[in-house]
């Protein structure tokens, strides 16, 4: 069945970057929209970014101008490469697929396990 596997969170210093990558696998043909949540202590979970199959992105005020958000539909991999980042970036980041045409019919609302991303000096 299908999974979602994330990868690249880590410790990092304020300024410094990260690229995370969510590889989905199983009996997939296509996926519409891959996207980026985060969520930390405290705090309701929030989208990040957003990517469709033809390539239109979409990302949240905080993020604009440091993340990118891209993804390799051969692969069914989303990326999410991050920029410049603050403490506030500091949160579980999940993707989330929507939109799948599988072997047995269309899903979704898949979720990676989440992998952790702490910006501190």
């Known amino acids: 069945q299908v999974q979602l596997v994330e990868s690249g969170g880590g410790l990092v210093q304020p300024g410094g970057s990260l690229r995370l990558s969510c590889a989905a696998s199983?009996?997939?043909?296509?996926?519409?929209?891959m996207d980026w949540y985060r969520q930390a202590p405290g705090k309701q979970r929030e989208l990040v970014a957003t990517i469709t199959s033809g390539g239109s992105t979409n990302y949240a005020s905080s993020v604009k101008g440091r993340f990118t958000i891209s993804r390799d539909n051969a692969k069914n991999t989303v990326y999410l490469q991050m920029n410049s980042l603050k403490p506030e970036d500091t949160a579980v980041y999940r993707c989330?697929?929507?939109?799948?045409?599988?072997?047995?019919?269309?899903?979704?609302?898949?979720w990676g396990q989440g992998t952790q991303v702490t910006v501190s000096s």
């Open positions: 989330n697929a929507q939109g799948l045409v599988t072997a047995t019919g269309w899903k979704n609302g898949y």
């Open positions: 199983g009996s997939i043909f296509s996926i519409n929209r």
